[in-house]
């Protein structure tokens, strides 16, 4: 059910920016790649992108159940 919420309010989040330092290092970096070597480095920061997605999933789980036991705590 957390998977539920956590998918519906998905939505709601909003996404960071890339730091003005990610393109001062990034922008360059890409331009000097071959186009093979950009498509790998794209698949690299989809799975950068998916890692943290799953952090934060995995936090947001955690969260509520934190919050939830607080709550069962308080109301006991």
């Known amino acids: 059910m957390i998977d539920v919420i956590y ?14 330092e ?3 290092l990034c922008i360059p970096f890409e ?5 093979e070597q950009i498509d790998v480095f ?3 920061l989809d799975c950068v992108s998916d890692t943290a997605a ?3 999933r995995a936090a ?5 159940k934190d919050g939830a036991a607080l709550m ?5």
């Not at 939505?11 to 003005?20: T, V, Y």
């Not at 331009?31 to 186009?35: A, D, F, H, T, V």
């Not at 069962?72 to 006991?76: F, I, L, Q, S, Y």
């Open 22 to 24: 990610f393109n001062k």
């Open 60 to 64: 947001y789980k955690v969260g509520f």
């Open 7 to 20: 998918n519906y309010r998905q939505g709601d989040i909003h996404a960071a920016e890339f730091s003005d």
């Open 54 to 56: 799953s952090e934060m």
């Open 31 to 35: 331009k000097s790649l071959s186009e």
């Open 72 to 76: 069962k705590e308080v109301h006991d």
């Open 42 to 44: 794209h698949k690299i």
